[in-house]
């Protein structure tokens, strides 16, 4: 039972050091300490933000935790703490790419395609609507009311 | 058995290959007899796959740990049914899944379609055995279930051998979920395929019309209802056996679901669009062919170990072989495409901008977007490594960036829709059909504001969510109230009856009020909050209104794993509202992985979701981290919606359902009369 108790004791603890809002803590850093965790990727593998890993006594997030915790104590700003990590690490360790060099294409691909296809389908309209049709007056204008709403009834039923 | 299952396996390849021949020789000489034996040994494929997998389902009840799989997805300690669920386990043992629902799809199509579209059915029984053809070779040579274990013997020779006991399965796969998510998400999947051989063998046979369009309605319908079932249910399991308090985190694999689910509903939109107007003929085709290859391409992500994700398998050698398969397929079709853009033109042009169809036509474009954000998400950290040589991340912060927008605008999308009529629609009758949703929805954004609601995206998403669900309304009233007006009905049967005579149109408005709740329960994302502290019994900790008071820690023991648990009394105000008792688990089989159990408190306004992280440094205290995330229930009743309106689209068409004796008149008719008058 004892070396049970000691296997099951050994297995939990070293995982929760670093997080925020032990004992002892001079300020709120909960804020803060969420955001740092949200942009920092564990590098334990798991390719998890930091926030997310919850492999026991990860040998990575566990001391990534505890310095953010104690940058944030010390009074540094998120900035401060997600760029010391990736001074340190590297921009791997950015749970997104930067605004910066061919990370910058992640971003703008994305509203390139948006733009193209907007263009492309406004293209596709424009080219299949009919013109003469077009400049036939709506059917509100055009219809009487008494077959504009058996369209809409036959619209219903359809 | 191992070698019976084997065999069959074999012999499936074999009456696999010999049916695309006999199919593709029985369309070339128009011998009917070749094609139908072509059916058969397709039937018969089916049949031998089913052998080999109750093989294996045998070997994995009876713990055969000689086996490979077996030993590496079970041990004796588990129990039956997540013995048989080992069957998707491991790789090996999921790819036969695979193989036999795709399969089991492909023998219901044959069969089906036996004395129908006898010009096409040879193209699509070929098409269908080619794609299950290389699921069995991958199956067969490279990642082969019924492989032995093996030992070599001092003299040099090689012998099998069982061990005593198997590797386990993996905990996080041991919850109910589990057992039936991968196969939901399978079927949706690979239920794409039927769509796929259709739209193939109709730009073989030049038969572009509506038929194959018709015929394959339902099969698509039913893929896009399992593959967004299968979704929600990966969802739940992550929420409840992951322990991070969310349910959804952009991992590779779960994109890669999300992304043929997405150009399905492309699909499932545009069609209407082919079946009404004769319109988007390229399109249509286009996206079938790009919804399959997705469907490909997720599991090529699952399988090939080119991204990591607790979803994936590990690596494997098998990417290689999914990029041959997808560059063959995309090049055959595109050529296809290609040759026959003649027969593919469009019936009638586009008779106004402002028109149902145009809708429709940037409904694709943005879940064409969308996807494309997604996919290049998924895809960018490979690309970057190729070219930088450094592999980056790009995770949630980028996803939700991107994509929170881009549903928003769907949603907005989904109100619109129905507000344009088919052909033209005047501003005078737009004006009419915005009034409501607009004043609804103006009235929710000016009261969230004055409630002090500041975030930006949570305010727009519910206004939104108001527009859209006026805009629902608005048309099951309109549409009852003709229906009420012309045969008498009470108004709520005139709901039923409007609902079952057009189950298409109404049904999808049943899947748009879903969505609408599915939003109303991601948004609550916005208010999540998040409190850790370390605890011994009698300490207390609050979060969003709840006290939390700690009551007892426990270990113990059981065949499976050992745990430690925290009982907590959960409180709202002075009201003991649960006993929690959320837990760590450490697994004796395998790598010894250890796993966190949630306890979860769920109701409409929010969860209460409590996680037992860890023991402090010096052993006294427990570390607790509770979560309360506001309208996660939403999520998975939303979805429970859409699956039931889902249903609905699917039921077959019945004359006489709660007819009323005063028959409908046949306004179609009618319609058509005026017109010809006119």
């Known amino acids: 039972m004892r070396t049970r108790r000691l296997a099951i004791a050994v297995l939990l603890t070293a995982s929760i050091t670093g997080l925020p809002g032990r004992a002892g803590a001079q ?70 790419p930067t605004m910066k060099g061919f990370d910058l294409t992640a971003w703008i691909m994305l509203f390139l395609m948006l733009c193209l296809g907007a263009v492309a389908v406004s293209w596709i309209v424009v080219k299949m609507a009919c013109p003469a049709a077009s400049r036939v007056p709506a059917p509100a204008a055009a219809v009487d009311p008494r077959v504009e709403r058996e369209l809409q009834d036959f619209e219903e039923e359809s | 058995m191992s070698n019976f299952g084997n065999f069959s ?31 058969r040994a397709a039937l018969a494929a089916c049949a031998t796959i089913l052998m080999s997998l109750v093989s294996l389902l045998y070997l994995l009840a009876v713990s055969d740990f000689s086996v490979t799989h077996v030993a590496n997805a079970t041990n004796r300690a588990l129990p039956v049914y997540y013995k048989l669920a080992a069957l998707w386990g491991a790789h090996d043992g999921s790819l036969l899944l695979w193989v036999f629902m795709t399969a089991v799809f492909s023998g219901v199509v044959i069969y089906q379609n036996r004395f129908r579209y006898r010009d096409m059915m040879p193209y699509v029984v070929a098409v269908l055995m080619v794609n299950l053809a290389f699921f069995i070779s991958l199956n067969l040579f490279l990642s082969n279930p019924f492989n032995q274990l093996v030992q070599a013997l001092p003299d040099g020779t090689l012998q099998t051998f069982a061990p005593q006991d198997g590797r386990g399965l993996n905990p996080l796969l041991q919850y109910w979920a589990m057992i039936i998510h991968p196969p939901i998400l399978y079927l949706g999947f690979i239920g794409f395929v039927v769509p796929f051989a259709f739209a193939i063998a109709a730009l073989v046979t030049r038969q572009l019309g509506d038929t194959w369009i018709r015929t394959t309605r339902r099969w698509t319908l039913v893929a896009w209802m399992f593959l967004g079932t299968g979704l929600i249910l990966g969802g739940k399991w992550a929420y409840v056996e992951l322990g991070w308090g969310g349910y959804w985190g952009w991992d590779p694999v779960e994109n890669s679901s999300l992304m043929p689910w997405l150009t399905g509903t492309a699909f499932l939109h ?67 495409i290609i040759d026959r853009l003649p027969h593919l033109k469009s019936e009638r042009p586009l008779d106004s901008v402002l028109s149902r169809e145009s809708a429709f036509l940037f409904n694709n474009l943005i879940l064409l977007v969308a996807c494309f954000a997604v996919f290049w998400g998924t895809m960018f950290p490979v690309l970057s490594e190729w070219i930088q040589g450094s ?63 500041r975030d930006f995206y949570a305010v727009t998403s519910f206004t939104l969510c108001m527009f859209v669900l006026v805009t629902i309304v608005q048309e099951f009233y309109k549409g009852a109230s003709v229906r009420s007006k012309n045969s008498g009905e009470n108004f709520f049967l005139a709901i039923v009856n409007l609902t079952l005579k057009n189950k298409r149109r109404y049904g999808g408005y049943i899947v748009h009020f879903a969505i609408v709740v599915i939003f109303v329960g991601l948004t609550g994302n916005a208010f999540n909050r998040e ?71 769920s109701t409409p306004k929010e969860d209460l979701y409590v996680i037992f992280a860890g023991i402090s440094n010096d052993g006294k205290r427990s570390e607790i981290t509770a979560h309360v995330n506001p309208l996660v229930w939403w999520v998975w009743f939303g979805s429970g ?25 046949d306004t179609r008719a009618a319609i058509d009369e005026t017109v010809k008058i006119k």
């Open chain 2, 531 to 601: 409190l850790s502290q370390p605890m011994v019994v009698g300490d207390e900790m609050n979060i969003g209104g709840y006290s939390l008071k700690m009551t007892d820690f426990t270990e113990g023991d059981t065949p499976n794993y050992q745990f430690a648990r925290v009982t907590l009394q959960a409180f709202r105000g002075d009201k003991l509202i649960r006993t929690m008792t959320p837990e760590k688990r450490f697994y004796k089989s395998g790598d010894g992985q250890s796993t966190t159990e949630v306890e979860l408190y």
């Open chain 1, 27 to 96: 300020k709120d850093i909960s804020k803060d300490y969420k955001e740092v965790s949200n942009r920092l990727v564990c590098q334990c593998g798991c390719e998890d933000q930091l926030s997310v890993c919850a492999m026991q006594n990860c040998g990575s997030a566990t001391p990534m935790r505890a310095e953010i915790r104690e940058r944030l104590l010390k009074g540094e700003s998120v900035e401060a703490v997600v760029n010391a990590f990736v001074e340190r690490v590297g921009k791997k360790v950015l749970s997104a």
């Open chain 2, 270 to 336: 545009s069609v209407i669009v082919q079946e009404r107007k004769g319109m988007l003929k390229v399109w249509n085709v286009l996206l079938v062919v790009i919804t399959y290859l997705l469907g490909v391409f997720g599991t090529f992500i699952t399988r090939s170990g080119i991204v990591n994700s607790v979803h994936a398998f590990a690596d494997s050698s098998l990417g290689k072989y999914f990029i041959f398969y997808m560059v063959i397929v995309l090049g055959a079709s595109l050529y296809l």
């Open chain 2, 391 to 453: 592999k980056i991340t790009v995770g949630p912060p980028f996803f939700n960036a991107v994509n929170i927008p881009i549903g928003l605008f769907l949603l907005f999308l989904t109100g619109v829709g129905p507000l344009f009529a088919w052909r033209k629609t005047s501003l005078e009758s737009l004006k009419k059909a915005f009034l409501w949703p607009m004043a609804f929805s103006i009235l929710v954004a000016v009261g969230l504001v004055a409630a002090g609601m």
């Open chain 2, 9 to 39: 396996l074999l012999l499936a390849l074999c009456l696999c290959v010999y049916s695309v021949f006999a199919a593709l020789v029985g369309a070339a000489y128009r011998q009917h007899r070749i094609v139908r034996s072509a059916e």
């Open chain 2, 641 to 665: 919606i859409m699956f039931l309106g889902t249903l609905v689209t699917l039921l077959p068409d019945r004359k006489g359902a709660f007819s009323t004796p005063s028959a409908v008149p």
